[in-house]
């Protein structure tokens, strides 16, 4: 048998001009109640927003209107670095928010200000996507812009810019 397998192989030898060897990256990990997506993990394409990102989260929907469901339940609040960002219009940040400042988003149940503050659950929790920048993106601006001029009086304007800080 050791023979047989010998002069198989020998007939198999050959020459491999070149290999390439891809890690991969985990997409998501639980830590306690919390759902961590590391964003780097999916592909995208290149200049794709936010919202590019979060439809291909596991377990999240993304309808037209900016309302995003993970593994069913609602998200109530989307956050940028933990503060919330256009006073809960999702669709803001969706549409403006350039995916590759993405470092992860997290999901997790947050108790309200009132809850923490007295050192109980007071309220019900509320579900939270938090958007946590890369280091580099933590601070800076944001620009986006678009001007359409068309035939009989119709033209697009359209200007979005953004300043932000850890403040």
């Known amino acids: 048998y050791t023979t047989l397998f010998r002069s198989k192989a020998d007939e198999m030898e050959g020459n491999i001009d070149e290999v390439v060897v891809m890690a991969t ?3 998501m990990v639980h830590r306690g109640d919390t759902i961590i997506y590391n964003a780097d993990a999916f592909n995208l394409e290149e200049g794709s927003m936010l919202r590019s990102l979060v439809k291909q989260l596991p377990g ?3 309808n037209s209107n900016g309302e995003i469901k993970v593994n069913g339940e609602k998200v109530e609040e989307l956050t940028l670095n933990g503060h919330e960002f256009f006073n809960g219009n999702n669709n803001v940040m969706l549409e403006n928010l350039p995916s590759f ?3 992860n988003i997290k999901v997790y149940h947050k108790s309200s200000d009132i809850s923490q503050y007295l050192g109980y659950e007071a309220e019900k ?5 938090d958007v946590q920048l890369k280091r580099e993106y933590n601070t800076g601006l944001l620009f986006n812009s678009e ?5 009989n009086d119709r033209y697009l304007g359209r200007l979005f810019a953004m300043r932000y800080t850890d403040c």
């Not at 929790?125 to 996507?129: A, Q, Y």
């Open 25 to 27: 990256r985990i997409k």
């Open 101 to 103: 400042t993405v470092k």
């Open 125 to 129: 929790k509320k579900l939270t996507m």
């Open 147 to 151: 001007l359409s001029i068309g035939t």
């Open 60 to 62: 999240a929907d993304l």
